[in-house]
């Protein structure tokens, strides 16, 4: 137990570092509003007699974020995927994702941006509350990108979020203190100046949680995302988000 804690507080650490700009001057902040619904749910019902279908899983997640002051489209986001659960606590999963961009990501042309995903999620309950990992592979192309970066320009990304919702009984038993953190690296230079190899971003996370009843969990709170910009004319991005998540487990 006190191994994982460790491992916790040393990734959280490792996102605060990451977070942190080296100079006001260099960084673009930015007031957002973000949405998000995922649903989990397995195969099951097709034939409630078959244990075995119930390791199929399917993921349906929905975004939209809003930008500027959180007043315009910034982005939004589909990402469908089919899993399987190798175990009772982890789960393999492929998907594809759909996310129109434009500005403050984009410049003054927006774009469609499309990826592939592989991950694996692990989660287990423990007595200081539910730990969570997600390590996320992505190979991510562009459409209407200015300048076009060609048609084989994939950009290969990994991404790990770590997450830990604490219960805090004795105010209500359906209510949890969320903190997490999720380091995204470019492990590709697939559009110079736009991404490049090593470190693109950092995601902060920080809220409460409310268990609605046994399928829907709410989460709301505040997000620090940080971009880095190297070798480009445009500079680092910070982003202060409001986010509202509802997820759905059948």
């Given at each position: 137990?006190?191994?994982k804690?460790n491992?916790?507080i040393l990734w959280?650490?490792l ?7 080296v ?7 930015d007031?957002?509003?973000?949405g ?7 195969f099951g019902?097709i ?19 809003f ?5 315009q ?28 961009t434009?500005e ?11 990826r ?11 007595p ?7 390590s996320r592979?992505?190979q991510r192309?562009?459409d209407?990108?200015?300048p076009?970066?060609?048609?084989n320009a994939?950009a ?8 830990l919702a604490?219960?805090l009984p ?31 971003q ?9 268990k609605?009843?046994q399928y829907a969990t709410v ?7 940080l971009?880095n910009r190297p ?15 509802l997820?759905?487990?059948?």
């Amino acid at each position: 137990m006190f191994k994982k804690i460790n491992i916790f507080i040393l990734w959280a650490a490792l996102g605060l570092i990451f977070s942190r700009p080296v100079a006001a001057e260099f960084i673009a902040d930015d007031f957002q509003v973000w949405g998000n619904v995922t649903a989990l749910g397995n195969f099951g019902a097709i034939n409630p007699s078959n244990p075995e279908l119930k390791k199929f899983r399917w993921w349906l997640e929905g975004q939209g974020r809003f930008g500027n002051d959180a007043t315009q489209f910034t982005q939004s986001l589909i990402r469908p995927g089919l899993g399987y659960a190798i175990t009772d606590k982890m789960v393999a999963w492929v998907g594809y994702a759909w996310a129109p961009t434009a500005e403050p990501l984009a410049t003054k042309h927006p774009f469609d941006e499309h990826r592939l995903w592989e991950q694996v999620t692990w989660a287990d309950n423990f007595p200081f509350g539910r730990l969570t990992w997600r390590s996320r592979f992505e190979q991510r192309w562009f459409d209407h990108m200015v300048p076009d970066p060609g048609p084989n320009a994939v950009a290969h990304r990994f991404r790990q979020l770590i997450k830990l919702a604490v219960p805090l009984p004795a105010i209500d038993p359906n209510l949890s203190f969320i903190i997490q953190d999720e380091l995204f690296i470019n492990m590709t230079t697939a559009h110079p100046g736009w991404i490049t190899q090593g470190f693109d971003q950092n995601r902060g996370f920080v809220g409460l949680g409310y268990k609605v009843n046994q399928y829907a969990t709410v989460e709301l709170g505040y997000m620090n995302q940080l971009i880095n910009r190297p070798h480009s004319a445009r500079p680092d991005q910070m982003m202060h988000i409001l986010g509202a998540n509802l997820f759905l487990n059948f």
